[in-house]
């Protein structure tokens, strides 16, 4: 009967260590119902928003090819549903010799990611693969003589418009003198 005794005390220790092992091995399975599958990334959606009155409205459509909108007035947009091109191109000039404001962007997702406020003429150039890009905007001169001065006599300056979106989902029409971003937007 002795050795029966030694035989179980030595046997629990065992069988202990190997209950251990399973539990420990049987925790760590995971089941169809525990794994989850990554939903697949949704494609950036970019888009062209012109803001002006009386313009023409020159841009890179979807196949890069270019696309011309006549006499806009008001709020002008084209989203790039598809596949997105490598570099998009806008360009907006206005129809009309005096002042006029445009406002010209390159949205991604429906946030702008590029442009700004401008005068009379406005030229965006944006790469998706780097995220950044070129622009050229008309500035405001008050009127100025022939001369190149303004009538104080001093010499002419330029002015912008911040142009920063605000949480309304206007933009920021505050002037800047030199350009730029406004003291809010800064």
């Known amino acids: ?6 035989f179980r005390v030595g046997i629990l220790p065992l069988f202990f260590k ?3 092992l399973l539990v420990f091995l049987g925790s760590c ?3 169809a119902h525990d794994v989850q599958e990554q939903p697949e990334p949704t494609p950036a959606v970019f888009a062209y928003e012109v803001h002006c009155d009386f313009c023409t409205i020159t841009y890179n459509d979807l196949n890069g090819e270019s696309r011309t909108v006549r006499n806009n007035t008001g709020k002008w947009n084209f989203k790039i549903l598809e596949k997105t091109p490598s570099n998009l191109k806008l360009s907006v000039v206005t129809t009309l010799p005096s002042y006029q404001s445009i406002q010209a962007y390159i949205l991604k997702d429906g946030e702008v990611v590029y442009g700004n406020l401008g005068y009379n003429r406005a030229e965006i150039a944006y790469s998706t693969v780097n995220g950044n890009g070129t622009s050229s905007f008309g500035s405001y001169n008050p009127s100025t003589s022939p001369g190149g001065s303004n009538q104080n006599g001093g010499p002419s300056s330029s002015s912008s418009v911040c142009g920063a979106k605000n949480k309304s989902g206007g933009y920021c029409k505050r002037v800047v003198a030199g350009g730029g971003r406004c003291w809010q937007h800064r």
């Open 1 to 6: 009967m002795m050795m029966f005794t030694k």
């Open 29 to 31: 399975k995971k089941t």
């Open 18 to 20: 190997l209950l251990m």
